[in-house]
Every structure is written in C-alpha cells, then in structure tokens.
C-alpha cells in the first residue's frame, strides 16, 4: 500500500511519473488548495477563540496547526530546491521569508501605534518593548523573561500580543536550514534523517512536559521555541519522508478511499479538539499539544497526496479565500478585536461588535494581501504603487480605512470616561504583582453597638481572598463586626492551604469559612478538592464565583461549581452572575470594585451567608 502511495528508493529520492516534468525529467512543485483549507480552519479557529466563544475555548491550538503546517511546507520546499538545483541558497530562502512576513506585520505594527499615537501615547510608551520585540521577531522571550502572562494578565491587553507565534516561526525560518542542510549532509538516507528530527521533537515534547508545572500559569511553556518546536519538527519529519513532489496519483482506488477517509476522520478530530480542550487543562501540556501535532501530521500527509479527494471540499473557494489570506487575517483580527473591545463589560457578548470586528478584520487583511504583501512578494509594489494613483482607487482606498477607523471608535465607545483604578495593585501580570498582606480581625468590642446596634456577627467567620476581598474589607468588618479578614494581591488557589493553616495555628480560623479566589488564574481542580477536604470539621464553607473579563474567568467558575456539589458543607456564592450588567461597579479593569461596588459586593455576600438556613 505504502509503495503505491509513494515511489522511492532509500539512499536515493526517485520521481515518480506522475509529478515530474517529463521533458526536462524534475520533478515539479503543484499548488494544494486543501492546504489553504486547513489554514481557513485554523485561522478561523483562533479568531473564535479571541472573540471568546465558549464552542472554541481550544481555538489557540489553530496556532500548533500553523506551526506543522510551518514545518512541512518549509521542509518540503528546501528539500525541493537541495533535490532539483544540487544546491540550496540559505541567503536566498531568509530574503524570500523577510519579503513574505515581514511588510504585512510592519504594516499592521504601524497602523497600532499611529492609533496609540492619536488616542493614548502614553500606552504607546508601555509598549515599546513589545514593538521592538516583535520586529526582531523575539517576542515570545521578550514575554517569557519579563513575566508577561499569556493567561494570568491584567490590564488592557497588548494589540499586538499574538506575535509572539511569529517569532518562533520566523526563529525556525533562520536556523532550520542551515540544520536541515547538515542533517542531509550527515544522514542522506530519509528514513535516519526523519528518525533524526522526531528524536529531537521528542525531546522539546518532553521539556514541555517537565517545566509545565500543574495548576500554575503554563506562560512559560506556551510561549518558549524550546517547548513548542516539536510541532514545527513533527511537520518537518513527515516532509522528509512524505515530500510532495515525489507523490502519485497513479493509486489505487483502495489507496484513494484510505487516504480520504483517514483525512475525514483527522479533520474530524481536529473540530472535536478545538471544541473540547480547555487552555488550562494539564493535560494539555503532557502530551495535547503532542497529541494535536500527529493528528494534524497525518491530515497534511492527505491533503498534500494528488489523489486525495478531499482538496475538492477544502479547496472551495470560500475557504481557499480565507486560507489565502490566513497570515493576513492573523495579522490583523487580535489588535482589530482589543482596539474595538470596551475595557469593562459584565453584559453578555455583543454579537454586533463580534460582526463589525470580525467584518473590519477581513477588510483590512484583503487589503494587506492585495496592496502590500503580494506586490512585494512578487517584486511589483512600485507598479502597483502607480497603477493605485493613476486609477483614483487611492482615494477610496483612504475613505475605506477612514471608515474603518470610525468603526472601531464606535464600536468601543462608552458612555463614562475610563475610571483608574486607584494603585492598581492586580493590573499586572502574576509574577510582578504586589506582595503586601492585610490580615485584620475585629472584635466586638472595637465594633460595638455604637457601629452596629447589635452584638458581634462576624465571630467565628473568616474570609480569605486576594484584592477583591481587600476592596471589600472595610465594609465587610461594618457590617460583620468580628469577621477575620486575611487578603494578599496576586493570591492564588495554591496558596490557599498555607493560609488556613496559618489562622488556624493562630486560634483565627472559625467556623465559617469564605474563600474568594480565582481572579488571578485558573486552579487545578484536585488543588480545591483537597483544601475542601481538609475543612471538613469546619461547620460551613462558602466559594465565591470570580467576575474577572480574561480567558480563565469561565473555567474557574466552572470548577467552583463543579466541586461545590461534591461537599455537603460548601455552598456556592454566585458574585457572576449577580454582577452582571453592572459595570458601574467596577473600575476600568473589570475586576477590582469602585467604593459602591465593594459596599455592593460586601452586602450581597453578608445577605447570601445570612439566608443560608446553617447560619
């Protein structure tokens, strides 16, 4: 089956009759509009993603798509050239990629930082690093050593935050052919070279998994080259002993139905995987991501085979279109969605505003492919250059971008002027956030009748939280005057159990236990279930639900609700949803509370414990 599939020798690569050029005896390069297909669906998939939908929370892994894709397509054309013209231009390839990425991106970089030069200059200045970085395609360590969270960050998002991706790429675009000419140089049968390369992805696959630390923000894991290459490997692997230019599609009939079929089913699982896989779930760090990377191998492998069916369906033209542009539409959707994005919503998504930025980024990626990317690709921006002002299409391609400029303004425009949030202690990544502690107990006789008119209500009841809880803090100890407070910036799940351990080593812990944490990450479920458990001669214990408008709100909550029904003595105190359309409470972030809103919240929590009948 394999043979009919594909001609080879080992020490040698033959072409077989079906993709070469009979007169001159090369082999020839074919387009494969089931690529572009693949590349729709990823791209689209990611865009799905960061519009938030809850039916493509795994959307990120559109990227690991394009990074195989990455690596077999690059793999693939050196091999071509190393085959057909005894030799390779290393300088050569590095122009071609330059030409090809770089003028769409510095395209769309200077669009954003004329936005921020018009309307916030000062977020322009924060963003400097980001802009440099990007440029000289280092961001995604720009990020990782200047703690800048992929998951876990506060504060207005950076437009620019998704390029990180085209560092790696274009990090594998300089190194991968002076390796890749080594390897063929050192092990010129395929099957060692291919051997070769998977024993490398295997060993980025397991850094990956070793550095991942369960429960904790996977920034470091998600961003580095080293723990994200083996996808890249994986797509480059399949091009040595895979090439498309040695593939028939002189096969068999049962040849061409395998090959479809173990396309549907891979595509298949593709959809179930973007639909299913949470950005936080462990496994996806030991062996998803990898899992991901085969899976998308073997639809390559079918999609670039002449005989496969499938390229009629991926390749039609809506799709096609898309998967033209894909790198464009990358380009331009994120800084499209956050330049168009309020900074505070409680309201349900505006599927309006998801229309207008999803409208806006397909006419600004047409624009980039059309008028920049592939003139220049082609070598022809000046001509075309003369033919945009000889047509007079140049003023309505200016209308066009003015129009859109309206429309993002629009489209994020609020009634009320952005409020500070005062000291702005969570509006930084985790790693960076502020470590001062509040811990304060009152008792009844500093909260007397003169306060309260009645006796201490508060005794036997402590809360633990992180700054939301600060924020609510004074009005909690008005209002239950005893109440042990114990709140700490940047507070995380994990640290939860220290904390009760230390009250109750110092007689502070009562009976009543409120735990308000979750809006600076995600935890790992088995971390609550076991602080849980080691409460249970504890009378009651109460989860508050998290309102925090980042990728982790969703999952938290979901846990919290999840775990909550596994304990008789917890209950759930549900602060999302009794937030919702109240962004009067809230300060610019969305997450830290105005003095109303922590009043708010102070007494929404009290009524909710009160009405519980174990109070």
């Not at 009979?22 to 990611?46: E, W």
């Not at 690059?74 to 300088?91: H, K, M, N, P, Y």
Request: include cysteine; aromatic fraction near 10%.
């Amino acid at each position: 089956m394999k043979q009919d599939l594909l001609a080879y020798k080992d020490k040698e690569w033959t072409i077989v009759n079906g993709n070469r050029n009979l007169h001159l005896n090369q082999p020839i390069k074919r387009y494969m509009t089931g690529l572009d297909g693949l590349r729709a669906i990823s791209v689209l998939a990611v865009i799905a993603y960061h519009l938030h939908f809850r039916w493509a929370e795994g959307g990120l892994l559109g990227v690991e798509i394009f990074f195989v894709l990455s690596g077999y397509l690059i793999t693939d054309q050196i091999l071509f050239e190393w085959r057909t013209r005894s030799g390779f231009s290393i300088v050569q390839f590095w122009i071609r990629r330059m030409r090809r990425l770089l003028p769409a991106m510095i395209f769309m970089m200077t669009a954003v930082a004329l936005w921020f030069l018009i309307t916030d200059f000062s977020r322009l200045q924060e963003l400097r690093g980001n802009f440099v970085s990007s440029l000289f395609y280092v961001n995604n360590w720009y990020l990782i050593f200047h703690h800048v969270s992929y998951f876990e960050s506060f504060g207005p998002p950076s437009p620019i935050g998704h390029l990180w991706s085209l560092s790696i790429e274009e990090q594998f675009y300089v190194i991968w052919p002076l390796v890749l000419l080594i390897g063929l140089c050192l092990a010129p049968r395929r099957g060692r070279l291919m051997l070769y390369i998977l024993g490398c992805a295997a060993v980025s696959a397991i850094a990956m998994a070793v550095i991942y630390e369960p429960g904790t923000d996977p920034s470091r894991v998600y961003y580095g080259t080293d723990t994200r290459a083996f996808a890249i490997l994986i797509g480059a692997a399949l091009a040595v002993i895979w090439p498309s230019w040695r593939l028939s599609d002189n096969v068999s009939s049962s040849s061409r139905t395998m090959l479809d079929m173990t396309g549907v089913l891979g595509i298949v699982m593709l959809f179930i995987l973007i639909g299913q896989t949470n950005q936080f779930d462990d496994s996806l760090y030991r062996g998803g991501f990898l899992y991901l990377s085969l899976i998308t191998a073997v639809v390559i492998a079918v999609l670039v085979h002449p005989a496969n069916r499938l390229e009629r369906l991926l390749g039609c033209r809506p799709l096609s279109w898309i998967g033209k542009r894909s790198y464009s539409l990358y380009i331009w959707h994120y800084p499209v969605i956050i330049l168009s994005s309020p900074a505070v919503s409680t309201e349900d998504a505006s599927y309006m505003r998801i229309a207008l930025q999803v409208m806006v980024s397909f006419i600004m990626a047409g624009l980039s492919y059309r008028y920049i990317e592939e003139p220049i690709r082609r070598g022809t921006f000046g001509t075309s250059l003369k033919s945009l002002r000889r047509s007079g299409a140049g003023s309505q391609l200016g209308l066009v971008v003015i129009v859109i400029a309206i429309i993002l303004v629009l489209t994020s425009w609020k009634t009320d002027s952005p409020d500070p949030v005062p000291d702005a202690p969570a509006t930084v990544s985790r790693e960076s956030v502020q470590t001062e502690t509040l811990q304060s107990g009152c008792s009844a006789e500093n909260h007397s009748a003169e306060n309260t008119g009645h006796s201490a209500e508060g005794e036997g009841v402590t809360a633990i939280g992180d700054s939301v809880i600060l924020d609510a803090a004074p009005f909690l100890e008005k209002q239950l005057p005893g109440i042990i407070i114990d709140g700490k910036v940047g507070r995380q799940m994990s640290q939860a159990e220290d904390v009760l351990d230390g009250l109750r080593a110092q007689g502070k812990l009562g009976h009543k236990i409120i735990i308000e944490l979750g809006t600076n990450g995600v935890f790992n479920q088995s971390q609550l279930k076991s602080l849980l458990a080691s409460l249970q001669d504890s009378r009651h214990i109460y989860l508050i639900t998290t309102r925090v408008p980042r990728g982790w709100q969703n999952t938290v909550n979901d846990n919290l609700r999840e775990i909550a029904g596994e304990f008789q003595n917890v209950r759930l105190i549900d602060w999302y949803s009794a937030s919702e359309n109240r962004n009067d409470l809230f300060y610019d972030d969305g997450v830290h509370l105005k003095p109303e809103g922590a009043q708010y919240y102070a007494s929404f929590l009290i009524d909710a414990i009160k009405q519980d009948k174990t109070y």
